[in-house]
């Protein structure tokens, strides 16, 4: 994991606990204008976290700032399924993550999301169309 990646991981878990200004200005310097874009679509309340019940597993479902406003799965850590995540993320390392990712993990940070909730199943049939 890069120093990035751990500072910002550090911040991510600041965050939950005090909600600084101080903080999202690191996270700002970290992720520039893609995490302006993530801010957007937290005000905007453009995120879901769709759970599982009774487990408990979840994913996000984040709007894009298109036209089209296109819903991008994710996993806030780990994985979109936005053009961006492939392009900047994966095949050219320019990027630690993607504005949905990161509107994803501010969400969940603040408790600024939108909680759907559904059965098991429902979300592994969900998952499997990914």
Same mark, same amino acid.
């Given at each position: 994991?890069?120093? /990035?990646? *751990?500072?910002?991981?550090?911040?991510?878990?600041?965050?939950?606990? $005090? +909600?600084?200004? &101080? @903080?999202? /200005?690191? *996270?700002?310097?970290?992720?520039?204008?893609?995490?302006?874009?993530a $801010? +957007?679509?937290? &005000? @905007?309340?453009?995120?879901?976290?769709?759970?599982?019940?009774?487990?408990?597993?979840?994913?996000?479902?984040?709007?894009?700032?298109?036209?089209?406003?296109?819903?991008?799965?994710?996993?806030?850590?780990?994985?979109?399924?936005?053009?961006?995540?492939?392009?900047?993320?994966?095949?050219?390392?320019?990027?630690?993550?993607?504005?949905h990712?990161?509107?994803?993990?501010?969400?969940?940070?603040?408790?600024?999301?939108?909680?759907?909730?559904?059965?098991?199943?429902?979300?592994?049939?969900?998952?499997?169309?990914?």
């Amino acid at each position: 994991m890069s120093a /990035s990646s *751990l500072t910002a991981e550090a911040v991510w878990k600041d965050i939950e606990s $005090t +909600r600084s200004d &101080d @903080q999202l /200005s690191i *996270l700002h310097f970290l992720f520039g204008k893609n995490f302006e874009r993530a $801010t +957007r679509i937290v &005000d @905007q309340r453009g995120v879901k976290r769709i759970s599982g019940e009774p487990s408990g597993r979840f994913v996000f479902q984040v709007v894009g700032e298109s036209r089209r406003k296109e819903e991008y799965f994710c996993f806030a850590e780990n994985y979109c399924a936005c053009y961006s995540f492939f392009y900047d993320i994966v095949n050219r390392g320019e990027q630690l993550c993607c504005k949905h990712q990161l509107a994803a993990r501010l969400a969940l940070s603040l408790g600024a999301f939108i909680e759907v909730k559904v059965s098991d199943e429902q979300l592994a049939v969900l998952l499997s169309k990914l």
